[in-house]
């Protein structure tokens, strides 16, 4: 039988917002079934602002596994930590060889993950127990439940409820009521709904007497530009922005559309309701954790193929719901 662990590590130094978020219900599932533990997240440079302040861990560690230096003072750090009884390493469809020889040379007692081979790679983790990947099935896992089938081989596992961020006090007092957020950008430029097809959302949503705004991301360069063009007309946008002022924003916001990318998963993340324009990408698979979320896809699974009124027709029925209270 596992002893109960006193100190756990639970590496995800990957930098993609949307899957860390997608990790939340396991660290949080693996936080309750060990309330007395000391909780260690370790989370990429990028992602740092998205876990800072939450109540999933205990304590936070930034590494950078980018580049040599910020590696090796990585793996300096984790081999002079106090050793964790416990390792939890979470992947989703790619496995990073820089991140599982942390894992490795942390040193952990026990080091939990899937098994290096269903990426074909070797185990560059040192796992101690290698959990087999869950087979595929139709409808798809979603990948939420992926990172609680590691949590179950833990000995944790229970869905916990949501919200799964809660936004900063102070910032949510100041974020504007009743917004509905747009984003047209995603780092990937295959997950980006057309231009025009914002634009005739953002002007139905307008003939409705909604405030409408842009969110524009760094990688999103030029978007609000192209929907602008579209629309004919400027409207806010909000740009530059930190993730926790983000989530404070979406908490208070009446809606949020936009493609499948990391703020999608933070709109979702704070309760609001938030609906994911799809294409390649399944939602079933892909879509965000939260209390009031909804996935578009056309059945070709081509994003061309989505209409305007496909989104609007289940946007609009969600500005009638309660939003999540999270504060």
């Known amino acids: 039988m596992r002893r109960e662990p006193a100190r756990i590590h639970l590496f995800r130094p990957q930098n993609q917002l949307g899957d860390l978020l997608l990790n939340v219900c396991a ?9 007395e ?8 440079r990028q992602n740092a602002a998205a876990v800072l302040g939450q109540p999933w861990a205990d304590e936070v560690r930034v590494v950078d596994t980018r580049n040599l230096l910020g590696f090796a003072r990585a793996g300096l750090g984790l081999a002079t930590a106090p050793r964790a009884d416990l390792a939890v390493y979470f992947t989703t ?13 942390s040193g952990a007692r026990e080091r939990v993950g899937f098994d290096a081979r269903h990426y074909g790679e070797r185990d560059r983790a040192s796992l101690t127990q290698a959990v087999e990947y869950p087979a595929p099935r139709t409808p798809p ?4 439940e992926l990172g609680l089938a590691l949590a179950r081989a833990v000995g944790a596992g229970d869905r916990p409820p949501p919200p799964y961020y809660v936004p900063d006090g102070t910032l949510l007092s100041q974020a504007p009521e009743g917004v509905v957020y747009l984003h047209p950008g995603a780092g990937k430029l295959k997950n980006r709904w057309p231009p025009d097809r914002f634009a005739a959302v953002a002007r139905e949503l307008r003939s409705r007497g909604r405030e409408v705004q842009w969110i524009e991301g760094p990688q999103d360069h030029g978007t609000v530009e192209a929907v602008t063009g579209a629309l004919g007309t400027a409207l806010p946008a909000v740009r530059g922005e ?11 916001a009446a809606l949020y559309i936009g493609n499948d990318t990391g703020p999608l998963h933070l709109a979702g993340a704070v309760g609001c309701p ?6 390649w990408t399944d939602p079933a698979e892909w879509g965000p ?13 081509r994003l061309e193929s989505t209409s305007p009124r496909d989104v609007l027709d289940v946007a ?12």
């Open 27 to 35: 660290i949080r599932s693996i936080r309750e079934r060990y309330p």
């Open 289 to 301: 954790i939260g209390r009031s979320v909804r996935g578009v896809r056309a059945p070709d699974g």
């Open 316 to 327: 609009i029925p969600m500005l009638a719901e309660e939003r999540c209270a999270v504060g």
């Open 141 to 144: 896992h979603h990948q939420s």
């Open 93 to 105: 469809v790619s496995y990073s060889r820089s991140s599982a020889m942390l894992v490795g040379w």
């Open 274 to 279: 938030t609906v994911g324009v799809y294409g």
């Open 242 to 252: 930190t993730i926790p002022e983000l989530a404070a924003r979406f908490a208070k």
């Open 37 to 44: 533990a000391h909780l260690v997240l370790i989370v990429g």
